[in-house]
């Protein structure tokens, strides 16, 4: 049986809807990509409102188009954007009952109740919610403890809560154009499940996720996020600080940020732009263009080594740390120079599929992929005594 899916991902400059068919003979096959670009948002709202539904629109109609006009987007998946997030992680001990007490399915129901405990008092909409591992009777950490033999379980549990005004505001929006809102997901752990393997997860990895506007820093262990950090900085201060120091166009000024390359000095190397409303065409060396991006790279890698090793601070001996986005992967030697300034090894993260495979698409084929998952979870019946506790998570509130 094949079933078509919709998910629209709102990004910091563009909105992607993603429209792929899911069957037997293949998990997730994208049909189309409908791309907008808009003023996107800040952690306080977005940037434009009265611009947002033309754009949404936009994303929406391209999509459609792409798929031959056969398909009418009716219903849709949204994901929530991270700056419309907040992480929660919490531990929970359950006793195990019986004469030969063994962990089954009712137990790790019954320690995601305990943990949701916690949040009853919270603002918002639980979107995810995921385990970075149990440990039964103080015994190795595990994400598969169904028929393990003890007298307790503990459980480090983490939920995803949406902002309300974010997805009020966009059922509202969705309402008025005729379309359904079918689920929210959270992007930012469709993303740490696609891009981080289970190795690195299990080793407690960390995902860097530079924008135009923001840069999210993910924690993630197990299969959960357990520390989230959105700075408000992104590539587009990058081309804010070029505009403003040489006195050049916003637009000028991402012309030469995408051209620059990091850590290869080029005797005579000169960057051209455009003058525009007929002013004379501008050239810039190397040695005027540098000092400006480096510095403002600079100052973003500091607010997130800060992040990593004095607010997050769980990274071992054994971690990785990857980047992606749009905000500094493009560039050649982008990736090492903030390795240096992080003072550690900075991974690309791997190509997941041979579709939209650009680091700019990475949220939207996370969300998509979190999206296929959940639905395949559900379709499958929950995890008994023998079966992957995963089977049985993963269909828990949206993920």
Same mark, same amino acid.
């Given at each position: 049986? +094949? ?9 910091? @400059? ?31 709202? /977005? ?57 089954? @399915?009712?137990?790790? +129901? ?9 949040? #009853? ?11 970075? /591992? ?14 393990? +033999? =003890? ?31 079918? %689920? ?20 407690? @990895?960390?995902?860097?996720?530079? =924008? ?6 993910? =924690? ?38 995408? +051209? ?17 409303? %007929? ?8 040695? #005027? ?28 001996? /054994? ?5 992606? %986005? ?16 992080? =003072? ?21 084929? %996370? ?14 019946? @929950? ?17």
């Amino acid at each position: 049986m +094949k079933t078509t899916v919709a998910a629209i991902d709102f990004g910091t @400059s563009k909105i992607v809807t993603l429209v792929a068919e899911n069957s037997n003979t293949q998990r997730c096959d994208i049909i189309a990509a409908g791309v907008a670009r808009y003023d996107g948002f800040l952690e306080e709202g /977005w940037n434009n409102p009265g611009q947002l539904d033309e754009a949404i629109r936009r994303s929406i109609a391209d999509a459609e188009e792409q798929c031959g006009n056969k398909t009418k987007i009716r219903e849709i998946n949204v994901g929530v954007p991270g700056a419309f997030t907040r992480v929660y992680a919490t531990k929970v001990t359950i006793s195990l009952k019986g004469t030969d007490p063994r962990v089954t @399915s009712a137990d790790v +129901k019954a320690a995601f109740n305990k943990a949701a405990e916690n949040l #009853q008092n919270l603002p918002g909409v639980v979107v995810h919610s995921s385990p970075a /591992w149990f440990m039964v009777d103080n015994g190795k950490k595990t994400l598969e403890p169904v028929g393990m +033999k =003890g007298r307790e379980m503990t459980a480090f549990i983490s939920f995803v809560v949406g902002n309300r005004f974010f997805v009020d505001d966009v059922t509202n929006r969705m309402a008025d154009m005729g379309i359904t809102v079918v %689920g929210f997901y959270s992007t930012s752990a469709g993303e740490a499940m696609l891009y981080l393997n289970e190795q690195d997860r299990d080793h407690t @990895s960390v995902l860097i996720d530079m =924008g135009y506007l923001n840069t999210e820093i993910l =924690g993630v262990e197990g299969d959960a996020i357990i520390y989230h950090k959105v700075l408000d900085v992104g590539g587009g201060d990058l081309a804010v600080a070029l505009a403003e120091d040489l006195d050049i166009s916003l637009t000028a000024a991402e012309e030469i940020k995408r +051209k620059f390359v990091y850590g290869i000095d080029t005797t005579g190397e000169s960057y051209d732009v455009q003058g525009e409303d %007929g002013q004379k065409a501008n050239s810039f060396t190397r040695d #005027q263009v540098k000092p400006i991006l480096c510095k403002a790279v600079d100052e973003i890698a500091e607010q997130i080594k800060d992040a990593i090793e004095n607010d997050f601070g769980g990274l071992g001996n /054994w971690s990785s740390v990857f980047l992606t %986005g749009g905000g500094l992967s493009f560039n050649r030697g982008g990736r090492e120079y903030l390795s240096g300034k992080l =003072g550690r090894p900075v991974q690309e993260t791997p190509r997941r599929t041979t579709k939209l495979n650009s680091h700019s698409f990475s949220s939207a084929l %996370g969300l998509m992929d979190l999206i296929i998952d959940t639905i395949e979870q559900q379709r499958a019946p @929950s995890a008994g005594a023998g079966g992957k506790i995963k089977d049985f998570f993963r269909s828990l509130l949206g993920g």
